[in-house]
């Protein structure tokens, strides 16, 4: 099946570079540009297409690609760009001894849908498009794409988006301080206390103390703050669900301000038993179409105060969100909301869910290292019975002595994230599983070695 | 000579308009997308750019515009959204009595520039371009984009570069708070104190005040300041030059660590007597080629300890900067230094000296009302003594009782932004220069409305 699907995948752009060597000498001898078109209609906007279609024919063996604002030779001509491990001009050749690196969030996992599905979700972009600051209502939001936004969360039935505000963000790491400031004390004599459950993504930390307001401050965990501090001081609970490393679906601990970080609430990475209908709750374009490169995120507001705030917040920082990418993400939701969302989400849970079946064939092998439990719940998008598929498996070393889960897997040539990133102990250790599917098909590989090693020295590798 | 090249536009876009309309049909009705091209060698890529096309046709009578994101009518298909003072399906009629809005900076004066050259100015983004969060680098900046802006200045002269650090922003915007970080104190007992000298552009005071840090506060002018606290005292100076609102070359006046904000340093608004060697300078897009939508702006620094802080505030604010933005901006600076910038600097500087010379040709017949006066000073990019042409027009009202210009021209109809805006008196207002023509006519017919009444009574409007 999956090789039909290559070879078919094959064939096309193989018919794709033909089509385009044709059309790209024309254009690169033939003065190329402007005028009258070469005979499909087309005027002013060939030139950007035949660029586009030419680079994206350029072939780097499945291992790198060419980009239009990429590396170019001495001609001026893009070259390939090649993926970990890969060298070669056509990226063919792999690197020996190179590292699986499950280090970083990056969501390329997704790249073969978009690649899959190519003319609804190409945009051309004029010269002229939206040079103002604002759209046609002075906002700095499209009302085109929040519309799109609000049928996806009701299409796939993960959150509440009637009678709430929306306001966009340059990813969801713009609009995490952008919440922090908005639900804030506003007398800098009281700061507000910043908490997250640990494990918790690094970045609320960082944030907060790096910016460092008078107006809010970290406080690290939430349990111990809730075990040494009185009721009726004012927090901000940061609630990730599900969670980033682990993948739980999680509750607000102290039922205060919250921010819920929905990141992951999407049907690839975990069964949505009903639709979130928390106060603030934020979501990220990175995770849902793996388009981390366009920094695009939203946040779904009850409240009108801290809706006003947060624009406040997003317009004082950068006056607003490159229009470029609005377009961009409006175009990509709606292919992603084509046939209710089936056909997308399908595709990305069937992504995650063979590499989960795979990882968990090799760790069920392993007394060595374990992973998280993944308990089934009813999905109400796919209505069914499933069991979470996590954007992150989160290792844990069982011996006594490794207690540095992350130098163990290191020494057997495999990048992780280490414990302490996410403020727990470093016995764990987060592989990502949404990279490339080389870096994940790597990633297998070293894990199957290094389980396949444990009748043997622990010091083998 | 205006009027031949309207009507030579005029037919270029009839005949796209037919080209257009032949091919939307073919696209809407005749199911459109993928396969095999319509006879030009494109596959996918030419829907999108039917689409363009098809939206670019749409006729608004030159006071609208149709977009990709734009508002759509019942069926689904885009419609004009008309500018500011017109009404209708085609955007032909006046709302009559409507005022004259002078005050944004909204630089669509160089949107006719950019459609008269769509061909080198269009990009085509696939589904799939740069959906990680970096470069192949790692970095969050395009190697190629940067290779461009060095070039820009190098060709235009008006800031070295070389074994300068370039940082990437959201607009210059986000680089004015990042740069106050990067220069201000890291210990937060004796905070930075931030400065500005009047008639100085609100931002830097909003942010500032907005953020409130521990690290910086806003002190307000800089000669108060100097007259009032000790040499020895940790500042961190903002100098605009040319100023915004009035248009003068300004230099630090405490000498010590200064953000030179050069957002309209570009030879179209003032003559460029020598490249700009400053330790820490900002510039935008927006101001340079008129994509205030795009959100991009950049620093060149000096310092590699302050070149990293900046680094470190792009990256925690937002993970970095959109690569469709970046990609579209590596696009539009190309077609800037095509010919050594002299045609797009050409334009944008002949857009703004006839503004200029239709402004001072109203306001010379003033004693009501006078302008700054423009210095002449030698511009290396055109190799010519030259006045300067700036972004907007200081206002004052020279009556002894008018010391609300505001609301004079309010009186008039026409909205300028208020001097308190700029920390100054009221007997200023700034007057915008730089948005639609449709906007400036406007404004020149209310101003010379306004002036012809002088003779008569103040309260006649």
Known sequence: ?????????????????????????????????????????????????????????????????????????????????????????????????????ADSGDPIFLEPFWMQHPTNSAILVSGWHRMSYGYNDKSYMSVELENYIRKLHSIVGNAITEDRYIVFGIGSSQLLNAAVYALSSETSSSPSNVVASIPFYPMYRTQTVFFNSKNFQFQGDTKAWQLNNSTNMDVVEFVTSPNNPDGELKKSVLGGKTIYDHAYFWPHFTPVPAPSDQDLMLFTLSKLTGHAGSRFGWAVIKDKDVYEKMLAYIKVADLGISKDTQLRVLKLLKVVVEDEGKTFFKFAYNKMKDRWDALTSVFSKSTRFSIQHRHPLQCTFFNETRLASPAYAWVKCEREEEDDCKAVLEAANIIGRAGSMFSDKDRHVRLSLIKSQDDFDLLLQRLTELVSLENGSIQTM
């Not at 999956?2 to 070879?7: E, G, N, V, W």
Request: with cysteine.
């Open 1 to 101: 099946m999956r090789k039909t699907k290559k070879y078919c995948y094959g064939f096309c752009v193989f018919t794709s570079i033909i089509i385009n060597i044709l059309f790209t000498i024309n254009l690169y001898f033939g003065g190329g540009g402007g005028g009258g078109g070469g005979g499909c209609g087309l005027s002013w906007s060939e030139k950007a297409a035949a660029e586009a279609e030419a680079v994206a024919a350029i072939s780097c063996s499945g291992h790198g690609r060419a980009y239009l604002d990429g590396s170019v030779d001495s001609d001026g001509r893009p070259v390939c760009e090649c993926y970990a491990c890969h060298v070669g001009i056509d990226c063919s050749q792999l690197s020996p001894g190179c590292a699986a690196d």
